[in-house]
């Protein structure tokens, strides 16, 4: 229950104690049967009622029948409703700015889904409530208000616990309207502008917007130095509505098979990268810097090491074409340089004892773009550093 309810709860319980002592203990001069009226418990959390079971029948009765109906009509008026009906869609960035507002300050929304394609936002009793036929809207017994920001400053206002979300100081309210202002005519409106079309119209991406885009998110990136949050030291309504348009953008941006933004295929890609800097190139430095830089000679047991990371990344290859599944990602980039580079220096994939990997290397020089003319260059100027080397035995 918010502190809101409780609030107003507690007060009603005031009431209705009040109403029940009056009852039970009445003045002097009035009698009554105070068996025959009965209290009854609270509804649905946020009013009470207390209900007679028969007419009362003398003056002194009468007596306590006007206090009873006073009061109780003192309860109805202070009774409010608690009910704040909210329109939203949930894939909108700003109906989720109002969700996370109206949760931190403690406030239930009635929540009711509002279909755009199916075009519930255009029946006559919407638009009474909101001509624009946008979402959001809120419905605070009465009281309507749209646009997601002022939704929010409402909220904060209106039922925060203290103005930490919303401040009440002049300066730091005014940063905080800054902020909320900058993301709805600039971040936000840049945002939009560069994927609605490509999510709703099918439009291919627009380099330019994309350009603009980046450039909001440089503006961004220029308010927070030196400071945690959005608008000073402390979590405001500015870093709820930022981090709904930015999760928004992050979420929008189209899925690249290099890397995919699937968890779990993530996840498979990123372990082969660690494979690759943690074991597989970590062993070919192993085996092959001390060689051309210290002036010692290539040394067996760190060669039977390398063999074994290779041997990991044959089986990592069983049954599927690139090492991190069925398309190539950044993990094969990342892995055939390594093994380029090992070669170069005199190691060869055994095809007998690795076939894996011995058709999958031949698969990716051929397939990654810009393999020989971006790879090949680095490749000859690590085999000259070898053919210099004093301890290269083989040159």
């Keep these: 229950m918010s502190v809101v309810r409780k609030e107003r709860y507690s007060r009603h319980h005031t009431i209705h104690r009040d109403l029940i002592r009056n009852v039970r203990s009445p003045p002097a001069s009035d009698v009554v049967d ?3 009226i009965r209290r009854v418990t609270v509804q649905s959390e946020r009013s009470a009622r207390i209900v007679r079971d028969s007419e009362p029948s003398t003056q002194s009765q009468l007596s306590v029948k006007s206090t009873y109906n006073n009061t109780l009509l003192k309860l109805r008026q202070e009774t409010i409703d608690m009910t704040i009906d909210f329109y939203y869609i949930p894939g909108s960035a700003p109906c989720r700015i109002v969700l996370l507002t109206a949760k931190a300050v403690g406030v239930d929304l009635n929540l009711k889904l509002t279909n755009l394609f199916t075009g519930e936002h255009l029946k006559p009793e919407y638009i009474k409530l909101n001509p624009q036929h946008t979402v959001p809207t809120l419905n605070d017994n009465g009281f309507i208000l749209t646009e997601s920001r002022a939704i ?6 209106q039922y925060g616990k203290n103005d930490s ?11 905080v309207d ?8 600039t971040l936000y409106q840049r945002f939009s502008d560069y994927y609605y079309p490509i999510a709703f119209a099918g439009a291919p991406a627009d380099a330019e917007k994309l350009k603009k885009l980046e450039e909001a998110f440089g503006f961004l990136d220029k308010f927070l130095e ?3 949050w959005a608008a000073g030291n402390k979590i405001t309504l500015a870093d709820i509505s930022l981090v709904a348009t930015v999760s928004t953008a992050d ?7 290099l890397y995919p933004r699937d968890p779990k295929k993530r996840a498979l890609v990123d372990q082969r ?7 597989l190139y970590q062993r070919f430095g192993d085996y092959c810097y001390p060689v051309i830089f210290n002036g010692a000679e290539f040394d067996p047991e760190k060669l039977a090491k390398l063999e074994e990371a290779v041997q990991f990344l044959d089986k990592f290859l069983e049954g599927q074409q690139w090492v991190a599944g069925s398309n190539l990602t950044i993990a094969d980039i990342s892995i055939v340089v390594t ?5 170069v220096l005199g190691y060869s994939v055994n095809p007998s004892k690795y076939p894996n990997v011995s058709r999958w290397l031949i698969k990716a020089k051929k397939t990654i773009p810009g393999y020989a003319e971006l790879n090949g260059p680095g490749l000859k100027d690590l085999k000259g550093l070898l053919d210099v080397a004093p301890g290269n035995k083989n040159k």
């Design 226 to 228: 030196g400071q945690e």
């Design 178 to 185: 800054q902020r909320l202002y900058f993301d709805i005519g």
């Design 339 to 343: 093994l380029s580079s090992a070669e």
């Design 152 to 157: 929010a400053g409402y909220l904060a206002d």
């Design 251 to 257: 979420f929008g941006e189209s899925d690249d098979p």
């Design 165 to 175: 979300l919303y401040p009440k100081d002049p300066k730091k309210r005014a940063v």
């Design 273 to 279: 990268l660690y494979f690759d800097i943690g074991t």
């Design 34 to 36: 105070a068996t025959r």
